[in-house]
């Protein structure tokens, strides 16, 4: 009995976690539901404000108070542009375009309301050299515009508010040369098209530039330092994104999410990282997420995570189709990345140096071509990649392998010139069905090296001057034919044609093994000889150094496993 009043006490007791957990659940998800609510900067209330202007040198301080607690700002134009300015003396014009509207010189302190809210007009208005300070309230804003068109943001100065400008379902808007500190949002700009923001400095901001669902604007000659983000695309098309320094922010420069059709170009973005690095991070110059036909040309992306990222949904939203062209990437961690659910992107003319890696892929379908990858670690990585073409790259004087292939298959590597590199020019580790051929690797440890892959195709390759040998192949059923091979560097070269026309499996000591190897020596007489007399094999140091890079490899999933099989045991026990 009291066994059973003890286990009834359990339940009792796990009934109350769980009522407790659900009853928590719930309260967050209403307090979300009231924050997102509450977020919105564009009310429909047409209630006016009373003000009291003082004025001090041409500039004109406005600290005015509500009429009622339904009172959106201090300055409220609700399509009568006309009465205000005839009401207040700090408007003028006749809403013209060589007249506009135009409200000047007034420092505004709105406390929890916004500075100036403009709605429900398309008459030419301007906002010029004004100050707007002290929003209380997340979502006090200095400027907000909603459904109006044709006006001009320019000199103000916008600090300490949860939004400098926001812009709602708007268009023909110029926002310029405008300072912004300490913001949560330096501009937002919400359904709407044909803004232009050019030259603005945001400085310390959450988020500098912010476009949601917003199409066909400009963002140019922009200025953003030391924010969280800078400049966002979120749900956002056919944009031209250009001429921006985003520099020292806090996680990426440029980033598309769900944004097609934009050209982002001769952008520079440098130093996007956080000081307090951690396992999990993307710190990018440009990122593009689940984004589709985009143009990223002639960018300069230094010193951070990743210069240039693409990545996809794995429910079915990848990053394609985008064209990565002419960038400069310098000083990443990855110069570029193609990480999971990026595919039939073209990565072209690129200049990757000082890197960890050049340009690296997970992913598939992509075409790597004409990029310059130099002293890097690696110059071009593919790993967990399939059907991928590279072709036509410069990988040089990089500190291991010219171009890498690790647990890899269907890949073409064609054309491409591997010189000077640590360790191989081109290396194959458990890699399969690969084709490499045309390619030229001069001055590595081996020209080509091939790891426990099977069913790849090596041929036409030009191997010369490799300092352990042109071509070692470890790999199962490989079809090795028509390389040519410089095996020495004396006064006689002896240029050997490597050929093993057949698919029977191969010991490292037969390596590249034919019936003959016929030898052409430069005085024009020919040799026949063993492959054993020509290339030399390979020593029990070198294989392990390669297996110790597969093993640095694997050594993370073990680890994931181990620490999957722990919580599982803890789990177990506690039941």
């Known amino acids: 009995m009291k066994q059973t009043n003890t286990k009834m006490k359990s339940k009792v007791k796990d009934k109350a976690a769980f009522l407790l957990l659900t009853g928590l659940i719930f309260f967050l998800l209403i ?15 047409s209630t006016t404000t009373a003000f009291a202007v003082t004025k001090d040198n041409d500039i004109q301080y406005v600290s005015g108070y509500a009429i009622s607690a339904a009172a959106e700002a201090l300055i409220h134009v609700n399509g009568n542009w006309a009465e205000i300015c005839l009401a207040y003396d700090w408007c003028t014009g006749l809403g013209t375009y060589n007249d506009p509207y135009e409200i000047k010189d007034l420092i505004l302190d709105a406390g929890d309301k916004h500075g100036i809210l403009i709605e429900n007009t398309h008459e030419y208005f301007r906002i010029e050299n004004c100050t707007f300070k002290k929003g209380s309230s997340y979502i006090a804003t200095g400027i907000v515009l909603s459904f109006v068109g044709n006006g001009t943001i320019l000199r103000n100065t916008f600090y300490n508010d949860g939004k400098g400008i926001s812009i709602y379902r708007s268009s023909n808007i110029i926002v310029s040369n405008n300072i912004y500190r300490d913001n949560a949002y330096s501009i937002l700009v919400k359904y709407s098209s044909y803004t232009t923001l050019v030259d603005n ?18 963002v140019t000659g922009n200025n953003c330092t030391d924010n969280k983000y800078a400049i966002s695309l979120y749900d956002s098309n056919k944009n031209i994104v250009i001429g921006n320094n985003c520099m020292e922010n806090d996680y990426y420069g440029i980033r598309l999410y769900r944004s097609d059709y934009n050209i982002i170009s001769k952008n520079v973005c440098t130093g996007n990282k956080e000081n307090n690095p951690s396992f999990f991070n993307d710190w990018c110059g440009i990122k593009l997420y689940s984004s589709r036909y985009n143009t990223v040309t002639e960018n300069i992306c230094t010193d951070s995570d990743y210069g240039i990222y693409l990545s996809g949904s794995f429910l079915g939203n990848p990053s394609s189709y985008n064209n990565v062209s002419m960038n400069t990437c310098m000083d990443n961690k990855y110069g570029i990345y193609l990480g999971s659910s990026s595919e039939y992107n073209i990565i072209e003319g690129n200049n990757c140096a000082r890197n960890e ?25 593919l790993s967990f990649s399939v059907y991928n073409d590279v072709v036509g790259n410069n990988c040089t004087n990089n500190h291991y392998n010219g171009i890498n292939l690790s647990f890899t298959s269907n890949n073409n590597i064609s054309g491409n010139i591997c010189v000077d590199n640590g360790r191989h020019g081109i290396y194959l580790g458990l890699s399969d069905d690969t084709v490499v051929t045309r390619n030229i690797c001069t001055g590595n440890r081996y020209g080509i090296y091939i790891y426990l892959g099977s069913y790849n195709d090596v041929f036409d390759n030009f191997l010369t001057e490799n300092i352990l040998g042109c071509l070692e192949d470890c790999g199962i059923e490989s079809y090795i034919y028509n390389n040519t091979c410089v095996v020495d560097t004396t006064e006689d070269p002896v240029i050997t044609t490597l050929t093993n026309g057949s698919s029977e499996t191969q010991s490292t000591e037969d390596t590249m093994t034919t019936d003959s190897i016929t030898t052409t020596l430069a005085d024009g007489s020919s040799d026949t000889q063993s492959a054993e007399d020509t290339i030399a094999t390979t020593s029990v140091n070198e294989v392990s150094d390669d297996q110790i890079a597969e093993y640095q490899l694997i050594a993370p999933i073990l680890a994931l496993i181990v620490i999957s099989s722990v919580v599982v045991f803890q789990k177990q026990k506690r039941r």
């Open 357 to 381: 890696e050049g340009i690296s892929s997970s992913s598939r379908y992509n075409l790597i071509i004409g990029n310059i990858c130099t002293d890097n670690d690696y110059g071009i990585d």
């Open 201 to 218: 400095r945001h400085i310390g901001n959450q988020y500098a530039i912010y476009l949601d669902h917003s199409h066909n604007n400009i």
């Open 31 to 45: 307090q979300t539901q009231t924050s997102y609510q509450a977020e919105s900067i564009f009310a429909e209330s």
